[in-house]
C-alpha cells in the first residue's frame, strides 16, 4: 500500500545522506550476500526461509507465520515455496487443525543445503558487514534496526 501524502516532508540533506547511503550500501550487500549463495544454489530469500525452519521446532512452521517472521508476502513465500519444494528442501502439508492453514517443513535434503552454506555465508557476512564495523557500531545498528523491524512489522500486519 502507497503512503499518500498532499504535502511531503522533503529530506534534508543530513536525513537525504542518511537514506541514500542505507540504500547504497543495503542493495549491495544483500546483491553480495546473494551472490555468494550462488554456488550453494541458494538466494538470500531461500537462506531466509530455510533458516527459520532450521530454528522451528521440528524445522515445521505455519505458512501464515513464517511469512510474517521472514517479512515476506503471503504470495512471495509461496512463490519462494514453490521453487524450494521443486529442490526439495521443503514441503508443504495441510493442517489437521485448520483446514485453511498449511505447514512448511524442512526436509533432511533442506537442511544439508542450509549446513552446506552456511560457513559460506557467515563468512560472508562477517568479511563484507560485521567486520567493517566496530562492536559499538553493531551494537547501535541492531537497536536501529530491532526498532525499525518492530514498527515495519506492525506495519505489514496492518497493511496484510
Known amino acids: 500500500m502507497a503512503i499518500k501524502s498532499p504535502n511531503p516532508r522533503w529530506l534534508n540533506?543530513?536525513?537525504?545522506?542518511?537514506?541514500?547511503?542505507?540504500?547504497?550500501?543495503?542493495?549491495?550487500?544483500?546483491?553480495?550476500?546473494?551472490s555468494d549463495l550462488v554456488g550453494h544454489d541458494l538466494s538470500m530469500a531461500d537462506?531466509?526461509?530455510?533458516?527459520?525452519?532450521?530454528?522451528?521446532?521440528?524445522?515445521?512452521?505455519?505458512?501464515?507465520?513464517?511469512?510474517?517472521v521472514a517479512m515476506l508476502s503471503k504470495s512471495r513465500l509461496s512463490h519462494r515455496?514453490?521453487?524450494?519444494?521443486?529442490?526439495?528442501?521443503?514441503?508443504?502439508?495441510?493442517?489437521?487443525?485448520?483446514?485453511r492453514g498449511s505447514w512448511a517443513t524442512m526436509t533432511d535434503k533442506g537442511f544439508k543445503a542450509?549446513?552446506?552454506?552456511?560457513?559460506?555465508?557467515?563468512?560472508s557476512v562477517r568479511k563484507r558487514f560485521l567486520d567493517q564495523i566496530s562492536i559499538k557500531?553493531?551494537?547501535?545498528?541492531a537497536g536501529i534496526f530491532s526498532h525499525l523491524t518492530e514498527e515495519l512489522r506492525e506495519q505489514y500486519k496492518t497493511e496484510n
Open 137 to 141: 557500531e553493531q551494537a547501535e545498528l
Open 47 to 68: 537462506y531466509e526461509v530455510l533458516a527459520q525452519l532450521s530454528d522451528a521446532p521440528n524445522r515445521r512452521m505455519r505458512m501464515s507465520e513464517l511469512a510474517e
Open 81 to 99: 515455496m514453490k521453487v524450494m519444494e521443486k529442490a526439495g528442501w521443503v514441503r508443504r502439508e495441510l493442517c489437521s487443525e485448520d483446514k
Open 13 to 34: 540533506s543530513r536525513e537525504m545522506k542518511a537514506w541514500r547511503s542505507y540504500i547504497i550500501a543495503s542493495r549491495r550487500l544483500l546483491e553480495a550476500l546473494d
Open 114 to 123: 542450509i549446513a552446506a552454506a552456511a560457513p559460506c555465508h557467515v563468512d
